[in-house]
């Protein structure tokens, strides 16, 4: 974890909540297999607050062998990509003109300032959603408004219901909100499809003097 973020776990307000969070996921450890890896739940963090530039949220881990990875929407090399990955490319493509990916891993994306934050950190494995209602939530909104408070001029693309529900947490006179439908085959076309996310991020990282992503 940067040091940046330190003195944000130190002083969030349910740190005890969250210590019963990682107790119950230790226990759980030992009896079923949990994902991401315990040394890749809080990967996200190693982006240091100031280096931020977007924020794309997304809902919880790949549920699957080998795909989470402590990043939103990443896996890991030489896994395949998930379907809602393959979305993003697509549009990415479409968007840019970019060619899709061989890899999954967008740890390229955060080594540039995007922030990929799951709501919920960890889950079971072949159980989505399986880890919804530990304490997460109650974390990750604490950890997107303190973004919203300390931070400047950051891009947060919210795709799908879900993401959309935490919009109430941003401020929308400092920041700039992209909203669509999520990537999964289920909606994708109703509204992931022709957004342009890709695009509208760099000219607003343009409009206001920051550097664009490489994506």
């Not at 330190?6 to 005890?16: A, D, E, I, L, V």
């Not at 990682?22 to 990967?43: G, S």
């Not at 996200?44 to 062998?65: C, T």
């Not at 604490?142 to 993401?163: D, M, P, R, T």
């Amino acid at each position: 974890m940067d040091a940046s973020w330190k003195k944000f776990f130190k002083n969030y307000p349910k740190r005890q909540a969250l210590g019963n969070v990682l107790d119950e996921i230790n226990k759980q450890r030992a009896k079923t297999t949990i994902f991401p890896p315990q040394d890749e739940v809080f990967k996200v963090f190693d982006l240091a607050l100031e280096d931020i530039k977007v924020v794309i949220l997304g809902q919880d881990p790949y549920h699957n062998d080998n795909q989470a990875c402590g990043l939103s929407f990443s896996v890991k090399d030489d896994v395949p990509l998930p379907k809602s990955l393959i979305n993003i490319y697509k549009e990415l493509h479409d968007d840019l003109a970019i060619a899709p990916r061989k890899s999954g891993n967008l740890e390229i994306w955060h080594e540039q300032g995007v922030f990929l934050l799951n709501s919920v950190l960890t889950v079971e494995k072949n159980k989505p959603a399986s880890h919804s209602n530990l304490g997460w939530e109650d974390f990750t909104d604490y950890i997107i408004k303190e973004i919203s408070n300390e931070c400047n001029n950051i891009v947060f693309i919210l795709w799908g219901g879900f993401a959309r529900s935490k919009k109430k947490l941003i401020d929308p006179k400092k920041h700039y909100i992209i909203e669509s439908a999520h990537p999964s085959p289920l909606s994708a076309y109703r509204g992931f499809f022709g957004s342009k996310p890709f695009s509208k991020t760099n000219e607003f990282l343009k409009s206001v003097n920051k550097e664009e992503i490489k994506w």
